[in-house]
Every structure is written in structure tokens, then in C-alpha cells.
């Protein structure tokens, strides 16, 4: 039985990009170098307004942001060709993230993934780092039709994986994903990211529990 302030959790529900994966760093990358092939740099806000979005509306607000000539597929298939061999063969998962994984799993805790990444990303990443093994399904707002600052994504993995809300935790680096957690009353994570420094404060007042890493919650 695994339990955490006080509360029993059965099912742990993990993010990945800046929460289990190192890989906010790719997107960085991503966005510098599509961007500058259009003569365009990467405004000091765009990080942080595309934070919660899914794959495709990120497309869709980058094309209307920048106007750009190409359509939202056209975007999409050029991001997923220069990010598919990061995530295939480069994207690590953050220091002892394995090693908890492993912990809770040992505990009796199922886990699932809920993520803005297309499968076609995610599932490479975690087979790349062994642990795809270790998790009972992957979901995306698109399952649901909502973004995760909605409860509705958090709710739905409950409900695929036949536990109450209040016995799930939810792990995050963005604040409005853990009120989307909140709002569906599961305990939360927040999870600490060097590339999302502009809201950890927001992060550290919202979560129930806050991390720099891993590791502190083996202790």
C-alpha cells in the first residue's frame, strides 16, 4: 500500500515532457531552428503560451501567431521529423525518475501516461529508456477533447483504470495542468523543470507536493 499525505494512491498519472522526459530542451531547439529558417526568432512569451497545448494546437497557434503560408499538417510533419530521432535515440528521462517509477510499481500503484505528445513521440521515448513496460496505457487531451487544464483527460484515466479520483496523483510541471488535477480531485506533483523557471513559483503555490527531483520522494 502506497500512500502519500495521508492519502492511499492506486493509480499514479504522469506528464511527460518536462515532468518524466529531460526534453523540453529539444523543443527549444525545435522552435529556434524552424523559426529561424523563416528569418523569424522565438518571442520571449512563446514558451510559455504554448505551455499547455496539445501537438496540434500549438501548430495552430503558431501558424496564426506568425502567419505563416504554410497549413497547420504542413507544420506538424516538419516538428514531428525533426523531433522522431531525438525521441527515439536522445531524450532521457530526468534523474530517478526510472528509479521511482520502479518504487511504485513495486507499491502496487498502476501507472499511465497523460501527454500533449503524439504516441508516435512518446512511445519511442519510453521504450528508448526501458520503461515503457511499466505503464498500463498512454492518453491525450484528443481522447477526451479538452486540454489538461480541464479535469476531463485526469478523469477519464481514473475511469480506464477503475480507481476513485482521490486514490490517483497526478505528476506536472505546469501550473494550469495541475488545477486541471485539482479540479478533479486528485492529489498533485508539481514537478520542477530548468526550462519553465518563469512560473515555478505559481507551480510550488498550487501543487500539494513539490519536487526538484525524483529523488526526494525516495527518501
Known sequence: MYKINDRIIKVAIFDLDGTLLDSLGVWSDIDIKFLSKRNLEVPSDYAKNISDLSFKQVAEYTVKYFNLKENVEDVMKEWFEMAVEEYSTNVLLKPYAKDYLRYVKDEGVRLCVATNL?????????????????????????????SKNHPDLFLYCAKELNTNPESCIVFEDIPSNIQGAKKANMLTCGVFDSYSLYYQEDLKKLSDIYITSYKELLA
Do not use: T
Not at 119 to 146: C, H, R, T, W
Open 118 to 146: 503524439p504516441a508516435s513521440l512518446s512511445v519511442p521515448a519510453l521504450k528508448n529508456n526501458d520503461v515503457m513496460d511499466f505503464f498500463d496505457a498512454i492518453y491525450q487531451p484528443e481522447d477526451v477533447g479538452k
